[in-house]
Antibody
Framework: EVQLVESGGGLVQPGGSLRLSCAAS????????MHWVRQAPGKGLVWVSR????????SYADSVKGRFTISRDNAKNTLYLQMNSLRAEDTAVYYC??????????????WGQGTMVTVSS | NFMLTQPHSVSESPGKTVTISCTRS????????VQWYQQRPGSSPTTVIY?????PSGVPDRFSGSIDSSSNSASLTISGLKTEDEADYYC??????????FGGGTKLTVL
């Protein structure tokens, strides 16, 4: 079964750090571009970051640029999101998602179940 | 940067047809594919339409997608509405400067 399972969410104080993981199974992880998408409570979907299949190219939303880092370990079939200098407005469910297309055409065909990140003192 | 604008909410009765619009603020809607995602309460999103008008396997043919260059918008049409279609629906596209852009989402109520 094709599956993405996120972990690593939790409660963190403003200014703190957290690393999210997304374990992939049931497909050749190293062949796919991957994304992180977040959703604040009661709000819509917001794209966060993207990484290409070998990890050599990344993109970020302006709101997280310089604070978040996306990476992957293809040997471990795992996607990561290192989040530093966290702010209250980063509070959201974070989803990892598979992109069925390499390159500029972006879409999502598989989503994880999400992991909740709460930034609060 | 461009935006995708959706109605905040729509409602319709079971068995009827509803159309959700997604209007692109700048650049041509036809230049880049549009996807549609369904998100039921408490669940992750799933794809109902990709590449403007293609349905993934398992999505009923009651769901269809189209684009209209004259209004620079995409539309998701759901016919024969069922109570299980009640969900939030998001359109999504991209361009060379913006890897991913989501619409704000539309809450569909089937009553």
């Amino acid at each position: 079964e094709v599956q993405l399972v996120e972990s690593g969410g939790g409660l963190v104080q403003p200014g703190g750090s957290l690393r999210l993981s997304c374990a992939a199974s049931g497909f050749t992880f190293s062949s796919y571009w991957m994304h992180w998408v977040r959703q604040a409570p009661g709000k819509g979907l917001v794209w966060v970051s993207r990484i290409n299949s070998d990890g050599s190219s990344t993109s970020y939303a302006d709101s997280v640029k310089g604070r978040f880092t996306i990476s992957r370990d293809n040997a471990k079939n795992t996607l990561y999101l290192q989040m530093n200098s966290l702010r209250a407005e980063d509070t959201a469910v974070y989803y990892c998602a598979r992109d069925p297309y390499p390159g500029a055409l972006s879409a999502f065909d598989i989503w994880g179940q999400g992991t909740m990140v709460t930034v609060s003192s | 940067n461009f935006m995708l604008t959706q109605p905040h909410s729509v409602s319709e009765s079971p068995g009827k047809t509803v159309t959700i619009s997604c209007t692109r603020s700048s650049g041509s809607i036809a230049s880049n594919y549009v996807q549609w995602y369904q998100q039921r309460p408490g669940s992750s999103p799933t794809t109902v339409i990709y590449e403007d008008n293609q349905r993934p396997s398992g999505v009923p043919d009651r769901f269809s997608g189209s684009i209209d260059s004259s209004s620079n918008s995409a539309s998701l049409t759901i016919s024969g509405l069922k109570t299980e279609d009640e969900a939030d629906y998001y359109c999504q596209s991209y361009d060379s400067s913006n890897p991913v852009v989501f619409g704000g989402g539309t809450k569909l109520t089937v009553l």
